[in-house]
Every structure is written in C-alpha cells, then in structure tokens.
C-alpha cells in the first residue's frame, strides 16, 4: 500500500515571511502581490518536493484566543499588520482554492492548534507529516513520523526539524520546547518568562531538571539571582509553557478524509497568474498545450466574398479587421467581415486588398464603421496602406470604460460578460503559443463573422450603458478620439540612432570590463560576479562580511542584501553598479536594437489604452516608459531617440505635480491651494505646516519627509509604506501622517468622504466620470475593504491626472491640424508630452503647448507645464 503523506502549512507564518523576504511588487492594477508571490513560490516548491496525498493551509482566525483568557497581553507587542500585506491574504485564500488546496480557520484558535490536531490524527492513522512554517514554536511537534520545515529569513531555505535535529540543536527532546519557551518567554508572542532567563540557562536547567515544574520543585539545589528570580516568576514559567503549549485537542469539524489532495489544473490556476501579473509563472505554465474543442455553435448564414460588391460597401456597418497575430505593427491581417442591412459578408484579405472600391470605403470619413480595438485596426491597415477612417463605435474601448476591472483579449469575452452567444473565443480558432496558426479558410471566415455578429449587438447595449452613467462623453469626445490620435503615434513611430546604441553598448561593455578588473581587485581573484554562489563564496566567506540571508544553493546576494551590506565594504558598492550597467546594456541597448524597424529604423510602441484601472496609458515592445533614469547611463539611452528629419528637433512637455494640484482641486485643501496659486514649493511648504517652521528652517531631510508623504498619499498611504520609503520606524511614519492630515484638513475630509461615497455608491469617479469600481468597499473582510478604502482615496486623483493629459493630447493633435503645422506628437509618458519638430515652428511651439496643456481642464489650482527641447530626447530634458 502506497505511504500517506500529509503536508499542513502555517498560512500566516508562511505568508509573513514571504511577505517581508521579497520587495513591495504590484501589479497592473494596483495589487502588492509580493507574499502572493512568495506563497506560490513556496507552495509549488512543496508540492513538486513532498507529493502529498492529503494536504491543508492552517489561518490565524483572528487577534483573540482562548491563550488570551488565560494572559491578556499575549501576542501584545506585535505591530499591527502592514495593509500592504493584509490585502493580499483574499489572494492567497483564491490562490489556494484554485490549486485545489484546502484551507481552514477556527475561531478562537490559532492556525498552530489546528496543525498540532490535525497532526495528531494523521500520526495515529499511520501518515508521514510535513509542517512547514516560519514558527519555531511548531518545533514541539516533531517526533518519529512528524518533521517540522521551518523557513529562514528567505522563502527558499529552511531547517527540518525531527527530534534528532531538535536533541543536536538545543540538546533537548521536542516535548521540552515549551518547556524552554516557559522558562525563557517569546518576546514575539509576549510570553514573559522568567526574567533574566536566556537561551542558554533555560537548556541548562532543563537538562538537568526536564521540565519547568521539575525546576520550581528543584529551587532549593539552586543559588543566588537565579533561584531568586525562579522564585519571583514562579507564576509566569508556569503560565509561559501552558501559553507556549499548541492544543492538539482542538475541536476542529474536519477529518482527514476532507482534506485529501488530488492535484490541480493548470489551466485553472493560470487565470488567477495572469490577474496578478505572475509573468514568470504563467510562461511555466503556458506552454501553448492543445486548446478545448471549439464549441459546437449553430450555424450563422453569410456570404464568402467572390468580388467585392457596393452592397457590401455601406454606411453603418460593422468592420471586423482580423489582426491575428500579437505584432500588428507587422501587421498580419487574415481577412475582413462586414456585417449591415445587406447581409453577413467575409471578405478573404488578397480580395479586399486588390479592390479600390474596398480602399475607398475603408479611408471614407463619411462611411460610419463600428469595430474592435480602433487603434489596432487603424494601425494595422496604415501599415497596409489603408487610412482607416469613419470609426465611429469602438466596443473595446466602451467596454472598458464601463469596468475597467474586466480582462479582455478577445471579442467573445465581452459578448460572454454581457450574455451573447455565437461568438468563439480566438484562442479555440488559433490555438496559442507555439501552436498559434491560421485554421482553414472556412472556419476563419465564420469566426469573423460571428465576431462582426457579436459586435453588432454589444454596440447598441454597450451604448445604452454609456448614456446611463453618464459616461458617454467620456468615451465620445476622451477615448474615441484618442485612440485615433495614439494610431498615428504607434504608425509614426520614433526614430532610434542605430549606431548611436551600439557605441552606447561598445562604452557600457568597456565600463563592464573596468568595473569587472575593479572588483576581482577588490575580491583578490578573479571569479564570476554574475554567479550567485562564486560572489556569495567572496563576500562572505573570503572578505567576511555578514550574511543577511541563505538560499538552497548558497548565500543569498539579491540586491536588496547587497544594498543592506553597501557600507560594509567598497566591492559591494562596485556589484551593485555592475549590475545596474550590465542591465541597461542587456534589457535597453540590446532589447531596443532588436524592436528597431528594419524599413523605418524606428521603434513603433504599442499604447495600451484600455488596460489600467486609473485610465493611465501605458506601452510594449518596447515600454519607453520604464528607460531607468536614475543612473545617468540610463538617462544618456534617450540620446538615441532623436527626429525622423534632419535638422528637425525633439519637443518635451510635462506636467509639473499634476496630481498633487489634482489632489489640492479636489479636496479644495487652503493650504495645498495657496502653495500652487503662489507657485511656492509645494514639499517646502508641506514641511513648514507639518514641522511647524519656516521657510527658512525647513531642512533638506524634512522636504524629503514632506515629498514622500505628499506622493504617497496620491498613491494610498500606509504607516508601513512610508517607513520604508524614509527609512524610519512604523511608529515614526504614523506620527507623520497624523501631523500631515491635521495640517491639511481639507485632505483628511477628502479621504473621509470619497471613501463613504464609494460605500454608498460601490464606484468613485473621476473628474471626467471616469469609474472605478470597487465591491470590496463593504466587504465584511477587513483585508478587501481596508485596499478597496485606500484604492478609493487614490484612483480619482490618478485617473483624473490621466484624464488630463488625454485631453491635452487630443487638443493639441487638433491645435497641429488646424494651424497645418509640421509638428508631430509622438510619445506620452507618464505626465510628459513628446513631438519631434522642424527649428522654424520652435517658437510656436513655445506657447502653444504649455497654453494648450495648461488649460486642457479647468482646476481651481493651476497646472503648470514646463518644457525643452534640443536633438535629442536626452537634450529635451
């Protein structure tokens, strides 16, 4: 018969210690994700090493338990849990149901009774038992059939404790673990012990003596401040080891039977990575295996095209534009569908193309063509040489603005969200991955035609939806518009300076070397500094420096160990720089060399216009909004985007603190209102009220206070958050926020009310009625609820930013127009506007864009716009 192995995990221990191993991640929309991450690094690793045949996640079911009837203060001490933490623990609770792996809490218990129960039984039912966790107070368990992994500072590396390892480490039995924690205490749970007892005294006497009992009847074969103290805290070593005692008589309401473990699907789990924006670990998991079956659909009518005809040609008609394949600025068009009062119509692509009436109507202003994605079907046509016109519905973007929440790739997944059948998803037509293809051309063409029969129909509902929340402009004269404005963009593309890239990549290869022959000097041999375990031999063994954490290989010299380490030794500091440098040459001057156009020599990013929750743009292949600037060897990469004409020049505009003047307008703040009407420095004068000094006595270190408070209220604000970000204690930062919101009471309304408004409307909205939605915000959770508060206070600030800087994109491309200037508006990013133009319209320029931006929208504060420009993007700044 085949072992039973039962695996149990401290979810809360193990969540914690993810949580702080790894840096503050986030995903798309906002999510910290670092300890979901961590857990499911944890979690494959422990179903990959351990095979279990049954398995659970112990909870923590909440601050009180029947240890605190017996000592009010225990677990007293501990600082309240970051909510960058708490609102991942829904996450993790959603992870482990979609791994299929059973969870479980009780009330009035800890996650360690329930372990030591459920540990119990499956050692009298004949099981092998795993307990991972990051407590050692789990060690008291262990024994012939029961090991205890017990993680380290990492997530990777842990120490498995059997009563062997406890007899070797402590020279005690596991029983006599609570004896220990009974004469010693736990600071980290508040159990006080005897005081003036350590480690070392407490195994002394236990080796001697056994137990804690066995010491106090043992007091007079003792002597001087020991006995006495043992006769002080007599009651506290007695009440210390029953507190320290797991009960493994826990009354749980789940046997062995319900927590039996078959596996899980990957499929299943890879929606939840791709919520997350797990991007290592959903290329793991998706390896492009076979897709469903498509489903069975009853047949839909339409004519395969065998000439293009003008009944086909009509104004009002649905326009599906099938770009296949993901790279679209190569533009990989399979074939046309138009759907109107004539009929259903596939048009194959070799058709369509060779057919002037065709062209005609596609580049027709005045044919109104609703469609899927307007800017990648613009694009994709340009590329073709067709100047798609007459957009006039676009069921992508009216989607997303009506929930931005909602993840779509596909036609048929809004159609699924709003009830309509017919429609195929594109995976089940093209396969994925390596096996993505085109399918034969009659099951194309009835693809494209069930997604022009799917369009059709969500335009008129979408609509209606539109005008019923009062979001209609928003997407009429905000997203329409630009969509067609960020086509040109990605079709215009950036000229990139080839060989300028590689001289930049020729320097950093030679500051490489130098760097390299630097460090080996420092080391006193040479050695592979890209290789973990050689450079964790060197650091810590060779030059002795302190490790902070191990993994399974080795030490652990991630960066932020290094960075912890920096003042130790000067190699530290040269690694650090090496990586810095070795990634700017990999990632940036060799990932850019490969997206430059081989006709056009530019780069054509993509915008992602309906991806983010606040309505941010963001861009792929390449992003150019993440170029690091930090290093000046990573500002110096804008000097190779430069002008498409020679002698023309790079234009760059950005707003200045838009969203703090953003937040000022909103909450109509006194004190952050006169700072921008008087054009003062506004971290300057945030140090003044929150320090309550002058101007003259406000310090570099209290504006650095100021600025990291200021922008962190934009972006949700939290105790823990801000201690690291200044380096300061929890209790620090909160003294900080508290003096910050009593100065500026107008903030402090503003986060009050925009969070009861939510809770009574379930969305907050931003200036140009742009939604959020947020269910979360009456959730009985205090997890979900407390992120859902934060998201609140900070999306119509960000979104309304947004908003802002859009509508200045879209006066300014009809400013260019309308005055037939030769100026071209070419990237956005972030609060900044970007235009290659000719020396002679430098002036107009001048004005014109700092009027335009300025007044895109009305605040009651002023924004403020400055700008450059010279040869390059480097020489605009």
């Known amino acids: 018969m085949a072992s039973k192995k039962l695996v149990l995990i401290d979810g809360n221990s193990i969540a914690y210690r993810a949580f702080f191993a790894l840096p503050l991640l986030n995903n798309d929309k906002g999510v910290h994700t670092n300890a979901i991450y961590g857990f499911t690094m944890i979690l494959m690793r422990i179903l990959e090493e351990e095979q279990p045949t049954h398995m659970l996640v112990a909870f923590d079911a909440g601050k009180t338990t029947f240890r605190h009837k017996t000592y009010s203060e225990y677990k007293g001490g501990r600082q309240k849990t970051p909510p960058e933490l708490s609102e991942q623990f829904p996450f993790i609770h959603e992870l482990l149901d979609v791994y299929k792996i059973p969870r479980y809490q009780l009330e009035n218990y800890e996650a360690d009774d329930i372990i030591g129960t459920l540990s119990k039984h499956a050692e009298k039912d004949g099981f092998d038992v795993k307990i991972i966790s990051g407590d050692k107070d789990l060690t008291q368990l262990a024994s012939e059939h029961v090991t205890i992994s017990i993680t380290k500072k990492g997530i990777t590396e842990v120490d498995s404790y059997t009563p062997e390892f406890v007899k070797e480490k402590y020279g005690l039995t596991p029983d006599q673990i609570i004896d220990m924690k009974g004469l010693m205490g736990d600071s980290s749970d508040n159990i006080p012990g005897v005081q003036g007892i350590g480690e070392k005294t407490a195994i002394k006497l236990l080796k001697e003596y056994g137990t804690v009992e066995n010491v106090l009847e043992s007091l007079d074969q003792l002597k001087g401040k020991l006995k006495e103290r043992l006769e002080t805290h007599r009651d506290d070593a007695i009440m210390s080891k029953e507190l320290a005692t797991i009960n493994r008589d826990t009354p749980i309401t789940i046997s062995l039977d319900d927590i039996l473990y078959s596996g899980y699907n990957p499929q299943e789990v890879l929606p939840v990575f791709r919520e997350l924006g797990f991007k290592t670990l959903i290329d793991k998991f998706d390896t492009g295996s076979e897709t469903d079956e498509p489903e069975e659909i009853e047949d839909l009518p339409f004519t395969a095209a065998e000439e293009i005809t003008d009944e086909m040609l009509v104004d009002d008609s649905i326009f599906v534009v099938e770009v296949w394949n993901e790279n679209y600025h190569r533009s990989d068009i399979a074939g046309f569908a138009i759907i ?18 065709f062209r ?52 048929a997944g809004i159609a699924k969200m709003k009830g309509i059948t017919g429609a195929k998803t594109d995976e089940s037509v093209y396969s994925k991955g390596a096996k993505r293809k085109l399918p034969e051309d009659e099951i194309l063409a009835d693809h494209l035609v069930r997604k022009g029969e799917a369009l059709s129909k969500l335009s008129k509902i979408l609509e209606k939806e539109l005008r019923e929340n009062d979001q209609y402009e928003l997407y009429h004269d905000l997203e329409m518009p630009l969509a067609i404005i960020l086509g040109k963009m990605e079709a215009i593309g950036v000229k990139v300076d080839v060989n300028k890239l590689k001289e930049m990549g020729a320097d950093l290869g030679q500051q490489l070397q130098a760097l390299e022959n630097k460090i080996h000097g420092l080391a006193g041999e040479s050695f592979n500094i890209n290789s973990p375990k050689q450079l964790g031999v060197i650091l810590f063994e060779k030059l002795g420096l302190p490790p902070v954490k191990k993994t399974k290989t080795g030490y652990s010299t991630s960066a932020d160990v290094l960075e912890k380490l920096a003042d130790r030794h000067e190699i530290v500091e040269q690694i650090l720089l090496y990586r810095q440098l070795g990634k700017l040459q990999s990632t940036y001057i060799e990932g850019l060399l490969k997206v430059v156009h081989e006709d056009t020599h530019k780069v054509h990013t993509r915008f992602n216009q309906a991806l983010t929750q606040t309505g941010r743009l963001s861009s792929t292949d390449p992003n150019l909004q993440n170029i690091p600037i930090r290093l000046e060897e990573g500002r110096k990469i804008r000097e190779a985007f430069v002008p498409s004409k020679e002698g023309w020049v790079i234009f760059a505009a950005d707003y200045s603190q838009i969203e703090l003047r953003v937040l000022a307008h909103i909450a109509q703040d006194k004190n952050l209102m006169e700072a921008f009407r008087n054009d003062m420095d506004v971290h300057t004068k945030t140090a003044m009220d929150v320090f309550h000094v002058e101007m003259d006595e406000v310090t570099s270190n209290m504006r650095r206070q100021a600025k990291a408070v200021n922008f962190g209220i934009v972006y949700g604000i939290s105790d823990y ?56 915000i009456t959730s009985r959770n205090f997890n979900l609820r407390s992120f859902a508060e934060r998201t609140a206070m900070n999306t119509p600030i960000q979104g309304s930013a947004a908003d802002i800087i859009k509508k200045a994109m879209i006066d300014m491309a009809r400013e260019l127009e309308e005055q037939e200037l030769q100026s071209n508006l070419l990237l956005q990013v972030h609060d900044e506007l970007i235009f290659e133009a000719p020396p002679e319209e430098i002036e107009i320029l001048k004005k014109l864009v700092p009027q335009v931006m300025e007044h895109a929208v009305e605040l009651d504060v002023p924004l403020k716009v400055d700008y450059a420009y010279g040869d390059s993007w480097y020489d605009a700044k």
Do not use: C
């Not at 009471?745 to 009310?753: H, N, P, Q, S, T």
């Open 340 to 357: 109107n009062e004539n009929g259903r119509f596939y048009l194959p692509y070799g058709l369509a193309m060779d057919s002037d009436p």
């Open 360 to 411: 005609k109507w596609a580049e027709d202003e005045h044919m109104r063509k609703t469609v899927f994605d307007a800017k990648r079907s613009i694009v994709a046509m340009k590329w073709k040489g067709i100047e798609l016109a007459g957009v006039d519905f676009d069921v992508l973007l009216a989607s997303y603005i009506l929930d931005a929440s909602q993840t779509v790739e596909d036609v």
């Open 721 to 776: 958050g801000l201690s690291q970000s200044l380096g300061i204690t929890r209790k620090e930062a909160a003294e900080f926020i508290s003096r910050y919101l009593e100065s500026f009471d107008g903030v402090k309304e503003y986060m009050d009310d925009i969070v009861r408004d939510a809770k009574q409307k379930g969305y907050v909205s931003t200036l140009l009625q742009r939604r959020r939605y947020l269910p979360e």
